[in-house]
């Protein structure tokens, strides 16, 4: 079975500081990993996948992750926190495509001024 | 472009009520799920179905019906509504190619007293 843990449930950075909200699963096949992010009342929004390609994947809003097999991590990453950042960002994990999705407990992230 | 559309976003049951949550879709997307988020539990998957006329059950099955009959269309099913069972609850559609994403819907709250 698959499972995802976020280390973290709230993480709080400044505005301009780095982001690092970390994603460990497990998976007895290689897996498909999968950011989302959700705002206030909304559903989810992709922000980037690994799908067996290149290791390091870039999202959107400058976001990014590196696949890390050795570790069983992808963690996400942005340089700078912007305000509109803050929200709550989902790492998931499948078998196959997007099919059965396993999500971690989510992490809130607050930017800071 | 309207992607998954879920109807009501709001609803509040009596213990025992039943219901429907409606979840379409104008992708032609193959596969269709249900999820239901809870506070740190993350999203965990109830049904799922790869097409008409197929459905399997996901994580959290009991207390929820599903059916398939056309490709845009996946109705979640509450026969007999408990407290249990209030939550927000999400549709998501995705292709079943390998190199996909899930499109998710805006969410159902649901209160059951």
């Known amino acids: 079975a698959q499972s995802v843990t976020q280390l973290g449930s709230h993480v709080s950075v400044s505005e301009g500081a780095l982001v690092l909200l970390r994603c460990n699963y497990s998976?007895?096949?290689?897996?498909?990993l999968f950011w989302y992010v959700q705002y206030p009342n909304q559903g989810l929004q992709l922000l980037l996948k690994?799908?067996?390609?290149?290791?390091l994947v870039k999202g959107i809003n400058g976001f990014e992750a590196e696949f890390k097999k050795s570790e069983t991590s992808f963690h996400l990453t942005k340089p700078s926190a912007h305000m509109s950042d803050a929200a709550e960002y989902f790492c998931a994990v499948s078998e196959w495509g997007a099919q059965k999705l396993v999500f971690g407990q989510g992490t809130r992230l607050t930017i800071n001024p | 472009n309207a992607g998954v559309t879920q109807t009501p976003k709001f609803q509040v049951l009596k213990t025992g009520q039943s219901m429907t949550l409606q979840c379409a879709q104008d992708m032609n997307h193959e596969y269709m799920s249900w999820y239901r988020q809870d506070p740190g539990m993350g999203l965990r998957l109830i049904h799922y179905?790869?097409?008409?006329?197929?459905?399997d059950q996901g994580e959290v099955p009991n207390g929820y019906n599903v059916s398939r009959s056309t490709t845009e269309d996946f109705p979640l099913r509450l026969l007999s509504a408990a407290p249990s069972q209030t939550s927000v609850y999400f549709c998501?559609?995705?292709?079943?190619?390998?190199?996909?994403?899930?499109?998710f819907g805006q969410g159902t709250r649901l209160t059951v007293v």
């Open positions: 179905s790869v097409g008409a006329g197929i459905t």
């Open positions: 998976s007895s096949v290689p897996p498909y």
């Open positions: 690994y799908t067996s390609a290149a290791t």
């Open positions: 998501a559609s995705s292709s079943l190619t390998e190199n996909t994403e899930a499109f």
